[in-house]
């Protein structure tokens, strides 16, 4: 038995453009609840959150019977938590602050297996092979890993096409919100400056035969951001709309 599809893998090489939405809340029951909304994909963010690896497993148990497909953006480019998650059963992984094509050869080699790099072998009693169900996991998992890159401050930017130039690098996200910062504008993702190096890395992206990422919570940037060329695009934050929803009946209902 191989190691499961990655169907987000196989949108992403055929060019079609999938919705997602971001989980921040850390909880199993939120996550659940996300996983029946029918969004293509949804990312656990393990960099912005207090997760441990065992917060990480839950979330992707939360998933199991989901259609939307489990997302991990790691907390930091190590070898030890790349491991752990992909042990855990994430094959789609999500690296932040990556910013030299060196980063990027040595994630290829982290989450590979021998000979094709020095991912550790300990599948067969871990969640990512059932606890031994699937035999052939050990020969079949590199062909389902999908590697995605967070490319996000001026330091990245700079570096792209090198980084672009790694093979098995599946998909760059660009993050607004750091590289706003970067560039020296705090807070403003939709500065014109902002905005015109985020649709040109979209371009060499594409051009480089890989998929562009990005986080959008309006319904107009995440139009614009689809017109740019985005192809993986995640549409909110489960934090921010269990927020804004409160809110906003607290806004229409208080006397």
């Given at each position: 038995m191989p190691a499961p599809h990655n169907q987000f893998k196989t949108a992403l090489k055929n060019g079609e453009i999938i919705i997602g939405c971001w989980l921040s809340l850390g909880d199993p029951l939120a996550t659940e609840i996300a996983g029946t909304a029918g969004f293509d994909w949804l990312l656990i963010d393990g960099e912005h959150t207090p997760y441990d690896i065992s917060r990480i497993r839950m979330q992707l148990m939360a998933l199991e019977a989901s259609s939307s497909h489990a997302a991990v953006r790691v907390p930091f480019s190590e070898t030890w938590i790349l491991k752990q998650v992909l042990d855990a059963g994430a094959q789609t992984i999500l690296v932040p602050m990556v910013e030299t094509a060196e980063q990027a050869n040595r994630l290829v080699n982290d989450v590979s297996y021998p000979p094709a790099g020095s991912r550790g072998v300990g599948y067969a009693g871990a969640r990512c092979s059932?606890?031994?169900?699937?035999?052939?996991?050990?020969?079949?998992?590199?062909?389902?890993?999908?590697?995605?890159?967070?490319?996000?401050?001026?330091?990245?930017?700079?570096?792209?096409?090198d980084i672009l130039a790694v093979d098995r690098i599946d998909g760059v996200f660009i993050g607004p919100a750091d590289l706003s910062a970067d560039m020296g504008f705090m807070g403003q993702i939709e500065h014109p400056e902002v905005q015109a190096v985020i649709k040109?890395?979209?371009?060499?992206?594409?051009?480089?035969?890989?998929?562009?990422?990005?986080?959008?919570?309006?319904?107009?940037m995440t139009q614009d951001m689809i017109?740019?060329?985005?192809?993986?695009?995640a549409t909110g934050v489960d934090l921010?709309?269990?927020?804004?929803?409160?809110?906003s009946l607290v806004t229409k209902w208080q006397r």
């Open positions: 059932r606890f031994g169900e699937i035999i052939d996991y050990g020969t079949t998992a590199d062909e389902q890993i999908c590697l995605l890159v967070q490319v996000e401050n001026c330091a990245g930017i700079a570096a792209l096409d040109n890395a979209f371009s060499r992206i594409k051009a480089a035969g890989k998929a562009p990422g990005v986080l959008s919570t309006t319904s107009d017109d740019a060329g985005a192809q993986f695009v921010q709309l269990l927020a804004n929803s409160l809110r």
